[in-house]
Nanobody, 122 residues
Framework: VQLQASGGGLVQAGGSLRLSCVAS????????MGWFRQAPGKEREFVARINRYSSTTFYTDSVKGRFTISRDNTKNTVYLQMNSLKPEDTAVYYC????????????????WGQGTQVTVSS
């Protein structure tokens, strides 16, 4: 499956952005989908995961209550709604696909999008 992430940009602290990840080649409904991020000089880190039918989501502690992952299998698209953004959320955000139900580490994901830059100013 090929993934294309978009929706990043520059936003002030406290603002919101919605990232989108469109899949092609294969239907996204066959995969557990996740979002990761990588800040300058830091390792890529897990942000959120959603299972195939949207019944289960999982978030890293730092974004709980602020970010929401969702998917629309009819549009072959996964979303990351980011609210109450903080400067420490600044990073390149990547979407990824996995066949593992509890995927969280980098190695659990088999396909990656190209990344979209999110910059939060203070």
């Amino acid at each position: 499956v090929q993934l294309q992430a978009s929706g990043g940009g520059l936003v002030q602290a406290g603002g919101s952005l919605r990232l989108s990840c469109v899949a092609s080649g294969r239907t996204v409904s066959g995969y557990i989908m996740g979002w990761f991020r990588q800040a300058p000089g830091k390792e890529r880190e897990f942000v959120a995961r959603i299972n195939r039918y949207s019944s289960t989501t999982f978030y890293t502690d730092s974004v709980k209550g602020r970010f929401t992952i969702s998917r629309d299998n009819t549009k072959n698209t996964v979303y990351l709604q980011m609210n109450s953004l903080k400067p420490e959320d600044t990073a390149v955000y990547y979407c990824a696909a996995s066949g593992k139900y509890d995927a969280q580490s980098l190695g659990d994901f088999i396909s990656w999008g190209q990344g979209t830059q999110v910059t939060v100013s203070s």
